[in-house]
């Protein structure tokens, strides 16, 4: 559940940012409006492909969980390492696309009233969550070689 959480709240900071920049909005002392910026357009692009890679990757890790729950053979530990490695990865992510769009808002995204703090105090916040640490990577880590030790024997 905590990384559908994380993408989603990634996905309204996404659509705020996109919103904000669609009113016209041009940043103090800027040449253009946000929206006619080459170098808006491009780190807004290069958001958009971090907030696909972490929708992507939680279909792929739903759908091989759910697939192994129907055929019974959803084993705790293995998977339960994996649902951290991947809540560990969105949350991470997650944070960068609204910390990057919190940047694209320019000094009005500062305000109490904006959307981008919230979204972004929002994923601070739940990747504080035990099973978003990235200390969540050493069992992952550990057990990708044992069972690569395994493999080779």
Not at 143 to 149: M, R
């Amino acid at each position: 559940m905590i990384p559908a959480t994380f993408v989603g709240i990634a996905t309204g900071a996404v659509d705020e940012i996109v919103r904000v920049a669609n009113t016209g909005r041009q940043q103090f002392r800027a040449a253009t409006p946000m929206r006619d910026s080459e170098l808006f357009q491009a780190e807004l692009g290069r958001i958009e492909a971090d907030l696909n890679a972490a929708r992507a990757y939680l279909q792929v890790q739903a759908a091989s969980h759910w697939s192994h729950a129907l055929n019974g053979t959803l084993k705790r530990e293995p998977f339960l390492t994996q649902t951290a490695q991947t809540s560990a990865w969105l949350g991470t992510t997650c944070v960068r696309v609204a910390n990057d769009c919190f940047a694209l808002g320019g000094s009005n995204a500062v305000y109490e009233t904006s959307a981008l703090q919230h979204r972004l105090h929002d994923l601070l916040v739940a990747s504080q969550h035990l099973i978003a640490q990235k200390r969540q990577y050493v069992t992952s880590g550990k057990l990708l070689l044992e069972t690569h030790l395994e493999y080779s024997t």
